[in-house]
């Protein structure tokens, strides 16, 4: 069975601190990734998603970036933090695009001050 | 702007009566539509899923109805059950689009479903 895990679970950061998020999913082998972002009352919106080790497409632009270390690995980080990031982080993955369906991760929720 | 609205925050249905969710979206290059449900504090789930080359999908007591013309589809859920209370999530999207989105699922901003007893 396919397990998707993130870490850490929730983190309290401030304004302008390093971060960085990750998510492994294990018992399947390359698999699509994607990372989500939902601020408080927000809409779940598409940040990056990845098809490959190595390859990462950025949809939306928050001054986050992405990364494929693995496989089976997702990366999400920032060098500095703005209040705009506070919120709810799901990794999520597919067995193959969009149009199939997605796994998600059991999320981080990130508080900047 | 936003891609796939709600419009409806929320609903509130009998048990075994019908509930119905709307979701409208604005890109025509969307060819595929999604349900997914959220119980509070648990990720989202896919329910059910429809590519653009059917307008209905059935299955069990769900049902997906899509009008391409009017950009909107819907999910019917007959016989509701006080378990099937939930907020539910529209998403919508197209692999390959052009302008270097590439491969991106937009949802809605979710609806609650209260299925009262």
């Known amino acids: 069975a396919q397990t998707i895990h993130q870490w850490p679970v929730a983190e309290i950061k401030a304004v302008g601190s390093p971060l960085s998020l990750g998510c492994t999913i294990k018992?399947?082998?390359?698999?699509?990734l994607y990372w989500y972002w939902q601020a408080t009352g927000g809409t779940l919106q598409q940040l990056f998603y990845?098809?490959?080790?190595?390859?990462v497409e950025s949809v939306v632009q928050l001054n986050l970036s992405a990364s494929r270390p693995k496989d089976d690995q997702f990366i999400l980080s920032t060098e500095k933090l703005l209040l705009s990031h506070s919120g709810f982080y799901l990794c999520?993955?597919?067995?193959?695009?969009?149009?199939?369906?997605?796994?998600f991760g059991p999320g981080t929720r990130l508080l900047v001050l | 702007g936003q891609q796939v609205k709600q419009s409806s925050p929320s609903l509130t249905v009998q048990e075994g009566g019908i509930s119905i969710l709307n979701c409208d979206y604005e890109?025509?290059?969307?060819?595929?539509f999604a349900w997914y449900k959220k119980y509070p504090d648990n990720s989202p789930t896919l329910l059910i899923s429809?590519?653009?080359?059917?307008d209905k999908r059935e299955d069990g007591r769900l049902t997906v109805f899509l009008n391409k013309s009017g950009k909107h589809f819907s999910l019917h859920i007959t016989a509701s059950q006080p378990e099937d209370t939930a907020v539910y999530l529209c998403?919508?999207?197209?692999?390959?689009?052009?302008?270097?989105?590439?491969?991106?699922?937009?949802f809605g901003k979710g609806a609650k479903l209260t299925v009262s007893p």
């Open positions: 998403a919508a999207g197209a692999a390959n689009m052009q302008q270097g989105t590439g491969s991106k699922l937009s």
């Open positions: 999520a993955w597919s067995l193959t695009g969009v149009r199939d369906t997605q796994y």
């Open positions: 990845s098809i490959t080790v190595g390859q």
């Open positions: 429809v590519r653009s080359n059917v």
């Open positions: 890109n025509d290059m969307f060819d595929y």
């Open positions: 018992g399947k082998s390359s698999p699509n």
